[in-house]
C-alpha cells in the first residue's frame, strides 16, 4: 500500500526529458558502414602489445589497411616459476592490438611460423562474412594466408582462432582485440591501455613450478587454474604496472579471451565515468563493474582524482586472489585529500601481491637450481607471511588474546615443526593451549600454498620472535602432505 502510494508519487513528479524519450538513435549500423572506396595509398597497421595500444588513426577518409600478424607457439611463463605453452598472435598473449577506422578496407595476412606444430586460423568479430574470416584465413605451419574485408560496424572486437579444438586454441591464449574506429575517431583522453582478461587450465594446480601442460578436462569442466589478465599473472603488477597522472582521463580497451569464465571487471577505488556497454557505440555512465562475456569486450573511461595505486580485478574474487586476475595502475601526483584522505590501498586488500616478489622469485630460483639457502626461505617468506598468515597472527605474530594463538615464542610451535606443517596444511580446529593460554578456534587450510611457500613461511616463522630456529624444506612439507588423509574433494 505505501509503496503503490510512493511509486504513483513518484510518476507524477518525474519528468522524462523529452529529448532523450523522443531520441531513437543509431550508428545506422553496417548497412551505413561503407564510406566508398579507399583513398591513397595503402597503410601498414600499427600493431602493438598489451599493454600498449596504437595510435588513433587520424584518418578522415577511408583506406587500405595492410595487417600482417603471425602466430607463434612458445613457451612463456604464466606466473612465477611457472611456465606453459603458449599459442599466440604475434608471441605473446594477448595477440597483438589492431586499430583501424570505420570503412577501412583490411588486407589480412596471416602467417603461421614454421615451427608451430599446429595449423591455426583467425576469426574476427569485426568482420561481417561467414567465420569472421576463418575459413579463408587456415594456414599450416610455415604458411601465409590472405583475405580481405571491409570494416563496417564501429566498436571494440576481439578476434580468437577458429581451429579445432576450438576451445583448446583460445585457451592456450589464441586471442586479441582489434579497435574499429568511428568515422570521427574516438574522443580524445590522455591514455589508453590494452587489457585481456583469460582463463588457463592447467594439469598442476595454482603456483605449481615447472613446465604445465593443458588440462582438456578441466577446460571442459571450467575449472580454471589460472584467471589473469595480459596472459600471466603479475603481468599488470609491481614494475608493470599500468601508470596515469592525477587528472587524467583513462581509457581502458578491456577484452575478455574466456575460452569459459565471464570477467566482472572492477577497478578497485575508481567508478568508470563511461562504459561502452559491450564494446558498443553508446556509453552508461556511473559504473561500478561491468560483465565482459567471453569472446567480448568494453571501453571503460574514468577520470583519476587521487594519487595511489588502483588494484584491477576480476572481480569474482576468488580468481584475483588465488588464481592471478589482479593488475594495478599507479597514479601520481599530489595528493587530493578533500576526494580522498590518504593511505594506501595496498595493505587492505594486497598484502604479499603489493610487496616485492624479488625475495619469492630469488627462493624459488634457487630451489630451482638444486638447493635453497636458509636466508633466500626466510626473506620469501616474509613476504608470503604477510599475505597468509599476518591477518590473524599479526605481522608480529603476536596473534590476538583469546582468538588468534601467537606464533611468537610459541610453545606449541617451537616443539614440532611436523606438526607445524600440519597444522597449515589440514587447518587446526578444537581446544589447543599455546603458552599456557586456552584457544578454542578454527584455522582453515592453506590449501592455496604449495610445499616451498610453506617451507619458506615456517622458515620465516621459525627464525622470528626468538623462535627455535628450525629449518624447513620443501621435502619435509610434501611429505608430510602425502603422509595426511585428506578430506574427500578437497586440493591435494
Ligand atoms: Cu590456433
Not at 597497421?45 to 578522415?60: E, K, S
Not at 603479475?234 to 569459459?260: I, Q
Not at 588494484?311 to 592471478?324: P, Q, T, W
Not at 621459525?462 to 578430506?487: C, F, L, M
Amino acid at each position: 500500500m505505501l509503496l503503490s502510494v510512493l511509486l504513483s508519487c513518484v510518476t507524477k513528479t518525474v519528468e522524462i526529458p523529452t529529448a532523450l524519450a523522443a531520441e531513437s538513435r543509431t550508428t545506422g549500423g553496417s548497412a551505413a558502414g561503407d564510406l566508398g572506396a579507399p583513398v591513397g595509398d595503402p597503410v601498414r597497421a600499427v600493431l602493438t602489445h598489451a599493454p600498449q595500444v596504437p595510435p588513433p588513426t587520424g584518418r578522415t577518409e577511408p583506406a587500405k589497411v595492410i595487417v600482417e600478424l603471425e602466430v607463434e607457439e612458445k613457451v612463456m611463463p604464466i606466473s612465477e616459476g611457472v611456465d606453459y605453452t603458449f599459442w599466440t598472435f604475434g608471441g605473446e598473449v594477448p595477440g597483438e592490438f589492431i586499430r583501424i577506422r570505420q570503412g577501412d578496407t583490411v588486407e589480412f595476412h596471416l602467417q603461421n611460423h614454421p615451427d608451430s606444430k599446429m595449423p591455426h586460423n583467425i576469426d574476427l568479430h569485426a568482420v561481417s562474412g561467414p567465420g569472421g574470416g576463418a575459413a579463408s584465413s587456415f594456414t599450416a605451419p610455415g604458411h601465409e594466408s590472405q583475405f580481405t574485408f571491409k570494416a563496417l560496424n564501429a566498436g571494440i572486437y576481439v578476434y580468437h582462432c577458429a581451429t579445432a579444438p576450438v576451445g583448446m586454441h583460445v585457451a592456450n591464449g589464441m586471442y586479441g582485440l582489434i579497435l574499429v574506429e568511428p568515422p570521427e575517431g574516438l574522443p580524445p583522453v590522455d591514455r589508453e591501455y590494452y587489457v585481456m582478461q583469460g582463463d588457463f587450465y592447467t594439469v598442476g594446480k595454482y603456483h605449481e613450478k615447472g613446465l604445465q601442460p593443458f588440462d582438456m578436462q578441466k577446460a571442459i569442466e571450467e575449472n580454471a587454474t589460472y584467471v589473469v589478465f595480459n596472459g600471466s599473472e603479475g603481468s599488470l603488477v609491481g614494475d608493470k604496472a599500468l601508470h596515469a597522472e592525477v587528472g587524467d582521463t583513462v581509457r581502458l580497451f578491456v577484452g575478455n579471451g574466456g575460452p569459459n569464465l565471464v570477467s566482472s571487471f572492477h577497478v578497485i577505488g575508481e567508478i568508470f565515468d563511461k562504459v561502452y556497454t559491450e564494446g558498443g557505440s553508446f556509453a552508461q555512465e556511473n559504473v561500478q563493474t561491468t560483465l565482459i562475456p567471453a569472446g567480448g569486450a568494453t571501453m571503460v573511461e574514468y577520470h583519476v582524482e587521487a594519487p595511489g595505486t588502483y588494484i584491477l580485478v576480476d572481480h569474482s574474487i576468488f580468481r584475483a586472489f588465488n588464481k592471478g586476475a589482479l593488475g594495478m595502475m599507479k597514479v601520481e601526483g599530489d595528493a587530493q585529500l578533500e576526494i580522498y584522505s590518504g593511505k594506501e590501498v595496498d595493505s587492505v586488500y594486497l598484502a604479499e601481491k603489493a610487496a616485492s616478489r624479488q625475495s619469492i622469485v630469488t627462493a624459488s630460483a634457487e630451489l630451482a637450481a638444486g638447493e635453497v639457502s636458509k636466508e633466500a626461505q626466510i626473506a620469501a617468506g616474509s613476504s608470503l607471511f604477510a599475505g597468509t598468515c599476518s591477518t590473524c597472527h599479526q605481522g608480529n605474530g603476536a596473534g590476538i588474546p583469546a582468538v588468534f594463538p601467537p606464533l611468537a615464542g610459541s610453545d606449541f610451535l617451537n616443539a614440532d615443526p611436523e606438526r607445524a606443517i600440519s597444522v597449515v596444511l589440514n587447518g587446526l580446529s578444537g581446544p589447543v593451549t599455546v603458552n599456557g593460554d586456552d584457544f578454542n578456534s578454527v584455522m582453515p587450510p592453506m590449501s592455496n600454498l604449495n610445499d616451498d611457500e610453506v617451507a619458506n613461511i615456517l622458515t620465516y616463522v621459525y627464525d622470528s620472535w626468538d623462535n627455535a630456529g628450525h629449518q624447513v624444506t620443501a621435502q619435509q612439507v610434501a611429505a608430510v602432505r602425502s603422509g595426511t588423509d585428506r578430506p574427500a574433494g578437497a586440493p591435494h
